[in-house]
């Protein structure tokens, strides 16, 4: 009979073993790093590794061994990497470009970008974020947004990136890799649909009930109980609003935002007709410049990887290894280059935090390209 407390205090012997040269060969590392630093040699170096996996490989007697020592051994070598690019921005060997650290995002005189029209749920992120008085415009595309921002137009777009019953918005991801606006804020909206009319609308005497087709989608058990409503469907929210106001007539209702009730002067009938209560868009506030908030938490990055086994998971690796938290994952199709992909990721965390450069100066290393989209 084999005794289980001998064999594991042989394993705990030659663990022992492996933690000390574990130790000793990350010290050594830790020198490669010095050398790296004075003379500029980049810290990857693939074909040494390739070098050094063949020649492990080589040493193992039993055949079985060849691919968990060669999955150790690209575990290692990915930790002493890792180990050397903190050491590098520790020396301030940072790739980061710099940047304009601000208390607080300027407001005041701010010149505004959304798209769509005024009363839908954009205008309400801006108002939101920007205050009433905002100077501000509108336009019929979020690329035409994003463009206003890069010609100086404007000095900040408003752009929904996803929403919590539907998921991202794509478009809006490619439009962030596409320019090189920078985002500086988020803003959360919940998106309350009311139903709307003149004042003094009667309910029994309503006989249409227009708003975007998602609106009525989203408000399907509210429309439930009033059956004999003709349902239209708009462009978008406030251009029911709008068309209630314009009509004058009371037998027609709308749903949309309270903005929009407010800003057509019509009278709320019923709050809180949505079938998802928690229905929430989160919104990004994008400018030209970049220019961060000193407390900002959240780091948001796009990156593209080579497309070879693991490439994601080493990249992402570099985010577990400094302990960061990542919020968001989104991948999106490169164009030009079938099944490929880039991916933008959000962490928790400033971009003054070592951990989050740690993990930036990795990924930067290792990818074939990446881009700081945000701190905010
Ligand atoms: C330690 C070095 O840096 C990296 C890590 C390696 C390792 O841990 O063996 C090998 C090559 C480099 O990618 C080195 O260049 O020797």
Redesign the pocket.
């Known amino acids: 009979m084999l005794d289980l407390g001998e064999i594991r205090k042989n394993i705990d012997g030659i663990d022992r073993q492996l933690v000390s040269l574990f130790e000793e060969?990350m010290r050594?590392?830790s020198q490669?790093?010095e050398y790296?630093i004075e003379t500029g040699?980049?810290?990857?170096?693939?074909e040494?590794?390739r070098q050094?996996l063949e020649a492990i490989k080589s040493l193992v007697e039993k055949e079985d061994n060849k691919h968990p020592i060669a999955d150790l051994?690209s575990q290692?070598?990915?930790?002493?990497?890792k180990g050397?690019y903190m050491l590098l921005e520790k020396m301030g060997q940072t790739l980061r470009e710099p940047y304009e650290a601000v208390d607080e995002i300027k407001k005041e005189g701010a010149k505004v970008v959304y798209q769509g029209v005024a009363g839908a749920y954009a205008y309400a992120a801006m108002l939101d974020y920007f205050g009433e008085d905002v100077d501000n415009f509108n336009v019929p595309t979020w690329k035409d947004a994003m463009e206003a921002v890069k010609e100086g137009k404007a000095d900040y777009a408003v752009l929904p990136i996803e929403n919590s019953t539907t998921g991202s918005i794509t478009a809006v991801y490619d439009l962030l890799q596409e320019y090189n606006n920078y985002i500086v804020a988020e803003v959360y909206v919940k998106v309350e649909h009311v139903l709307m009319g003149l004042k003094g609308t009667d309910l029994s005497k309503v006989t249409t009930v227009y708003s975007h087709a998602q609106g009525l989608t989203q408000c399907e058990s509210f429309l439930e109980s009033h059956k004999d409503w003709q349902q239209i469907s708009q462009p978008n929210t406030a251009v029911a609003a709008k068309k209630i106001f314009e009509d004058k007539d009371n037998s027609h209702v709308a749903i949309a935002s309270k903005e929009a009730a407010k800003l057509y002067g019509l009278e709320i009938l019923k709050t809180d007709i949505a079938d998802e209560a928690n229905n929430t868009t989160r919104f990004v506030i994008v400018s030209k410049t970049r220019t961060f908030v000193k407390n900002a938490k959240k780091t948001s990055i796009v990156f593209e990887c080579v497309n070879e086994p693991g490439s994601l998971y080493n990249l992402l690796s570099h985010i577990i290894y400094n302990g960061l938290n990542m919020t968001k994952i989104e991948s999106r199709p490169i164009e030009g280059r079938q099944w490929e992909f880039r991916f933008f990721v959000d962490i928790e965390g400033n971009i003054n935090d070592q951990r989050v450069m740690n993990a930036l100066r990795g990924i930067e290393e290792e990818s074939r390209s990446i881009r700081l989209l945000g701190n905010y």
């Open positions: 060969r050594l590392t490669v790093a790296k040699k980049k810290v990857l170096d693939p040494r590794e050094k051994f290692i070598m990915a930790n002493s990497r050397q």
